[in-house]
């Protein structure tokens, strides 16, 4: 089987940061395009950032240039730095990987269990 595990979250005042993490473990062979979605109170899930296995990256509109997705290959994890955070950044956070689980299987998405992120004064 395989988990992600999510941390890093917490309270924090408007404008500032906090980084996330989340460790993929178990049963991997590679791990494919990773992504962060949040979930705010009475919303629908939504993505914020993916980035391939080669680095490549993605983001909503509402956080270019203040939220950085990367990924560490060889231990299987992928951060999300967030900057100038505002209210409205107020969300649980989940991440998500593209899991190929031998060379011969096809990928399979896995999710973690979400972290919260709370953006007040």
């Known amino acids: 089987q395989v988990q992600l595990v999510e941390s890093g979250g917490g309270l924090v005042p408007p404008g500032g940061s906090l980084r996330i993490s989340c460790a993929a473990s178990?049963?991997?062979?590679?791990?494919?395009?990773m992504g962060w979605y949040r979930q705010a109170p009475g919303k629908q899930r939504e993505l914020v950032a993916t980035?391939?296995?080669?680095?490549?990256?993605n983001y909503i509109d509402s956080v270019k240039g203040r939220f950085t997705i990367s990924r560490d290959n060889a231990k299987n994890t992928t951060y999300l730095q967030m900057n100038s955070l505002k209210l409205e950044d107020t969300a649980v956070y989940y991440c998500?990987?593209?899991?190929?689980?031998?060379?011969?299987?096809?990928?399979?998405?896995?999710w973690g269990q979400g972290t919260q992120v709370t953006v007040s004064s």
């Open positions: 980035i391939s296995s080669s680095g490549s990256t």
């Open positions: 178990g049963s991997i062979f590679r791990l494919a395009t």
């Open positions: 998500n990987a593209q899991v190929w689980r031998s060379m011969y299987s096809l990928p399979t998405l896995f």
